[in-house]
């Protein structure tokens, strides 16, 4: 299947997606001679979605538990900050950690919410930035 056959399957999916709450089964067929129905979470069928979507346009696709544990040195390479301002971050509650003091870890889950935020935030601040530059009229 090419890239754009891809694509238009996966945006007529999401189209149907879109009428599921959150945690509602979705329905899946699989097979053509005997085929079988399976209920499936939506979660699940986004995920697989999403993982297709990268497959067919060439890129690797990694699937992790969101509950993995890290260890500081890789939570502050997956930050792209340094070990130093990670251990801050933990120290200040703003990302949650466990373990003791010289031997904590980072859930994924809750490394990748933090970087979500954060890059939330960044935009804002961005934005504003750019608003500011617009009304002093200095493009």
Same mark, same amino acid.
Do not use: C, W
């Given at each position: 299947?090419?890239?754009?056959?891809?694509?238009?399957?996966?945006?007529?999916?999401?189209?149907?997606? *879109? %009428?599921?709450?959150?945690?509602?089964? $979705? +329905?899946? $067929?699989?097979?053509? !001679?005997? +085929?079988? &129905?399976?209920?499936?979470?939506? *979660? !699940?069928?986004? *995920?697989?979605? #999403?993982?297709?979507?990268?497959?067919? !346009?060439?890129? *690797?696709?990694?699937?992790? +538990? #969101? #509950?993995?544990?890290?260890?500081?040195?890789? !939570?502050?390479?997956?930050?792209?900050?340094?070990? +130093?301002?990670?251990?801050?971050?933990?120290?200040?509650?703003?990302? #949650?950690?466990?373990?003791?003091?010289?031997? &904590?870890? $980072?859930?994924?889950?809750?490394?990748? %919410?933090?970087?979500?935020?954060?890059?939330?935030?960044?935009?804002?601040?961005?934005?504003?930035? @750019? @608003?500011?530059?617009?009304?002093?009229?200095?493009?």
């Amino acid at each position: 299947m090419s890239t754009e056959a891809t694509s238009t399957s996966g945006q007529e999916l999401r189209t149907r997606l *879109a %009428s599921f709450d959150e945690g509602d089964l $979705v +329905p899946v $067929v699989v097979g053509h !001679a005997d +085929p079988v &129905r399976l209920e499936v979470p939506k *979660a !699940a069928v986004e *995920a697989l979605l #999403d993982a297709v979507t990268h497959l067919s !346009a060439g890129h *690797a696709v990694t699937v992790v +538990p #969101d #509950d993995l544990d890290l260890t500081t040195e890789q !939570a502050a390479e997956l930050l792209n900050v340094s070990e +130093p301002h990670l251990l801050d971050l933990l120290d200040s509650g703003e990302i #949650d950690s466990h373990g003791s003091v010289n031997h &904590r870890h $980072v859930r994924l889950g809750s490394l990748l %919410s933090y970087r979500a935020e954060d890059d939330y935030r960044r935009r804002l601040i961005a934005d504003e930035i @750019a @608003a500011m530059t617009n009304t002093l009229d200095l493009t």
